[in-house]
Every structure is written in C-alpha cells, then in structure tokens.
C-alpha cells in the first residue's frame, strides 16, 4: 500500500446480464472497470441457473482485468460485493456445492409458493417479513431443494446469496446482510433475526443461514491463493454486502423519505426510503416489498417491473438483430407519442406491482398494418413507463412523506427517451445521476468502510460526489399520456387476466 496515494476500492456487481468489477477512488470516481457476461444456463423455458463454479472464475476474470489496468493494483484497500437477491448457493461441510444457483426469476419454485401461502398465508408472510409472495424468494428455493432433490438438501449446510458466496469465497468468512436477507422471505424486519416462527411451520433451520450482519461489516483479508489469482494485495479487506439495488441507493444517496430512487437495470425498480416498515396488508397483496437498507438505519419499500431493460434487449433480438441501440433509439425518436395506437404490457417475466401476478404475460395491442418497428419500440418505452406509473401511483397512497424527487440510475438511463417518456408519463421531472455504475460504487462504498477508509454509511456519503441532469415532462405529451395510461393502460391487465392464465395453463400442459 502506497500511503503517498489516495486508496482505491473495488466493487463486483453480480447482476442478471453481467459481472462487473470496477475500481473508484474515495470520491466515486471511475479508476478501471472491466465486466464479464454472467453465465445463466437456460435447459428449457422457465429454467434458468448457474453453474457456482464457472460463475465464480467470471468473476475472477473480470477482477483480474481491472486489477491489470491499474496504475498501482496496492492503492485497493478495500472489496464489496453487491448481487441480484434471490438468488443462492447451497454448500456442504467440504464448502463444495451441492446444487446449482437457480436463478432469481426461475419459475420452477411456483408450487412451493403456493404451500406456503396454504401453511402461513400471504398477509402474515408480508406482516413479519415485508414481502409479497412469490416464487422468486431465497425461502421457496430452498423448500424446492428440499423436496426436489432430498439428496443435496440433506448434504446442504451453508445457503449463501450471491454477493455472500462470493465474499465467502474471496475471504473464508461467512455473513449475510439484512439487504439481502430481506430477500429471502424469512427475516423478522422487527427484530431483524430469522422468523423462527415461519421457518419452523415451514419445516427448515436458520441453522443453515449465514450469521446476519450489517453491510460493510469487515469479513477480514482476501484469502492469500485469491488475492494472488486476482493481482491484489493480500490485506485488501473483504466487507460484507448488500442487495443490487439497495447498493445503488446507496451510492446515490438515497436513504431518506421524500426520495424516490428509480433503478433501472435489466429489471427496474422505485425504491423509497422509509423510517419504519410499511404494514399495510394490501401492499403485500399487491406484490410491493419492503426490507432493510445497506445504511443499517432505514428501510424501504419498492414497487419492480422484472423486465425493463429485459424488454428492450429482447425486442433488438427479435427485431433488430442488426441495429445497435443507439439506432433503435433514434427510430423511436421519431414515431409519435401513443405509438400510433400500440401499447405494450411488459410482463415477459410475470407480474410484480401492482398486480403481484405470477401468470400474467406481455402483450401488443392495437396492432395494425401502421405499425412498423419505431412504433413498436417506441410502445415497448412507452409500456415500461406506464408500468412504473401504475405501481408508484397506489404506493404514493401508503407513503408518510410525499415523493418530491425521483432520482434514476442504473444503465437503463443511457436510454434518454425512456428516461424522457417516463418523465411526461409520471407528469414529474426525474433526475438522472452521473453515474453509470452506482451498484458497483455502493458494493465498492461498503468494502470502503470495511477497510476503515469510510468510518460508517453517513462518512462514505458525504465522500462520494456526483452530478445529475435534469429531464423534464414535455408539455405536450403529458395530456396525451394521461388519457392513455387512464383509459388504455390500467385497462390491459385486467382485461388480458383471464386469457393469459388460460395460456399460462396450456403452455404447462401442452405447449
């Protein structure tokens, strides 16, 4: 370590599309980055997984590439990780996997969502744990594991999250924070301990689990034959955690009410800070989620649409294999507000809020020889948008402080008519942060105050600077947006229910 020089901190980004490593100073500023796609496995539809190992050496490439393309790989004091949350390891005595990491989005949890609903029911799942049932969460996964494959449930003695397994791997020492384990459908957001009550009824120890701690919490040095492999020092520090999106917060600042944080990823998500949980049964029934922030003082609530930027990339694929984005933009610049009468559900992974509906699926409307591919796009933003507003709309109800700045980040804000679209969708000026990567700057935040270069959250904050700009409604396009998202947008989904959850049965059965 170089004590002439300002420390450096790295921060892995394990998200749906990409591992990303990258390096900041103090102040949040880019040093190196380098990424690798993540490697999901997908054997067939509504399959997806990833394989510990092969995950584990991506995320040693991408390390070693940032560690090459520092001037001085000793600067690094410290190393956090941040990941998707529902997503976990299962290991036995020898630290070997017992089976593959489902992926957060995999459907083949669905039956043991519905017995818990049978053994506990959904409002006292939401009233101890803050989340709305569903398939996707750490507890389900585990009860398929149980009953799916007996074998490796009985060899399984460690569950990590993603961002854990790899702070395990890289440390030797094994914790979760409460971000994270607010994803798993088993933690008493009161006590913050494991709901001993739900796991008993559910058949399952906490035994399993990692002691809990806060973010940022030092898990001690990088293991000597990882620190050699990846080109760091062996005192780097190791921190503890936290959720994806609550990492982004806080890196953007946003731990407190009256802020609206708009995450915008391959999934997205509207995250408000709040001083104390939210209780209300119809949130939960809605499929809004509540847990604890990264910052150990707050908490929060979001509304999440599964597929964001998910809908934009799979649209290119289908349609425009051969254009880069830059061009796909372009052409949804010039095609009119309302898309020339098509509208888009984007439910191409389920529903989240506010209809928390398992089988719903994505639909185009109002489809005509009109409409060629920039209206088409243009109806995939345009459908986002209107779904972040129908889930911020019933959230604004329950809320103790008004919303009075959206703040965006995340790299769906390089798509500035989306950021445009949303903005004159929501009738609300959003702010888009000057920084691309505030996941990884808030996993680098907490490996910063494990390293003691941030004494706590608060410290790492006022450090950290950034600027943003300001996109504003357009004037003459929220009237028009209005009355769509008032008589054609809330109409789709209850409208499409029924015939969905009837495709949903056949595809099961036949197709």
Partial sequence: MNDNRDPLL??????????????????????????????????QPGRAYYEPEELWQRTLSALRQVTERLDDPRRVAGLGFSSLGETAI???????????????????????????ERMIGRDRLFATTGLSLS?????CKLLWLRQAEPDAYARTVRWLNMADYLAYRMSGAAATDYSLASRMMCLDLRSLGWADDL?????????????????????GPLLPDVARAIGLPAAVRVGVGGHDHVCGALAAGAVHPGMALNS??????MFTPLDAPLTAAELGRRGYQVGVHVDGKHYYVWGSIPTSGACVDWFRSLFAAEADYATLIAEGEQAPPGSRGVFFLPHLRS?????ADAKSLGAFIGLTTDANRSALFRSVLEGVAFEIRDGLDVLRSYLPTPISRVVAIG?????????????????????????????ALGAAMLGGIAAGVYADAADAMSKVHFSGTVIEPAAEQTALY??????????????????????????????
């Avoid at 990258?22 to 380098?34: H, K, L, N, P, S």
């Avoid at 036995?92 to 089976?99: G, N, R």
């Avoid at 398939?135 to 507890?139: D, N, V």
């Fill in 10 to 43: 790295i921060g892995v980004d394990f998200g749906t599309t990409n591992i990303k490593a990258i390096a900041f100073d103090v102040a949040g500023r880019v040093a190196a980055r380098a990424s690798a796609p993540t490697p999901t496995r997908i054997p």
């Fill in 90 to 116: 299962p290991l036995d005595a020898h630290d070997a996997p017992t089976y593959d990491a489902i992926a957060w989005y995999d459907t083949r949890t669905e039956p043991q969502a519905e017995q818990l």
């Fill in 135 to 139: 398939h996707i969460f750490g507890l």
């Fill in 199 to 219: 796991l008993a009824e559910a058949g399952v120890s906490a035994d399993r689990f990692a002691p809990l701690a806060p973010s940022g919490t030092d898990l």
């Fill in 264 to 269: 915008m990823g391959t999934s997205e998500v």
């Fill in 351 to 355: 529903a989240m809020t506010p209809h």
């Fill in 411 to 439: 790299g769906g804000t390089r798509n500035r008519l989306l950021v445009q679209i949303k903005a004159s969708v929501l009738n609300q000026a959003i702010e888009v942060v000057d920084m691309a990567e505030a996941v």
């Fill in 482 to 511: 209005e009355t769509i998202f008032r008589r054609v947008y809330q109409e789709m989904y209850p409208t499409l229910r029924g015939l969905n959850h009837e495709i949903y049965a056949l595809r099961d059965d036949s197709l």
